[in-house]
């Protein structure tokens, strides 16, 4: 069965920084899609990056462009969240998916197959 663990979630203060994992397993990790979404408290979840199976493409949500990095290690079966510069408005519940990738050099922005557990993350003013 196909997991997705994340970590790295926590407390910090507005403009200070976190890093998310999130490891796969029982997946073929090169031909997956990956991608954080995220679930601030009332509100719905969203897509805030994705990159494609081979790493050479990646999306950001307008509002974390410049601030957040998605990166991830395919020989670790792992992907990478950096997230500098937070502010309480990036306090939310964040979830690593995971789709299968037909085309490996494009992310996707639409519906994933397999998602994590979530971590937290909270940002005080």
């Known amino acids: 069965q196909i997991q997705l663990v994340e970590s ?9 920084s976190l890093n998310l994992s999130c490891e796969a397993s029982e ?11 995220r679930q601030p408290p009332g509100k719905g979840r969203e897509l805030v990056a994705a ?13 974390v462009k410049g601030r957040f990095y ?13 997230m500098l510069t937070l502010t309480p408005e990036d306090t939310a ?8 990738a ?10 994933y197959e397999w998602w994590g557990q979530g971590t937290q993350v909270t940002v005080s003013s």
């Open 8 to 16: 790295g979630g926590g407390m910090v203060q507005a403009g200070g």
């Open 93 to 100: 519940v964040y979830y690593c998916a995971s789709r299968n």
């Open 102 to 111: 037909v085309l490996r050099s494009i992310y996707y922005t639409g519906q």
């Open 27 to 37: 997946i073929n990790f090169n031909r997956a899609a990956m991608a954080w979404f």
């Open 70 to 82: 998605l990166s991830r290690n395919n020989n670790k079966n792992a992907v990478y969240l950096h």
């Open 51 to 63: 990159i494609s199976a081979d790493g050479g493409r990646v999306y950001y949500l307008e509002s």
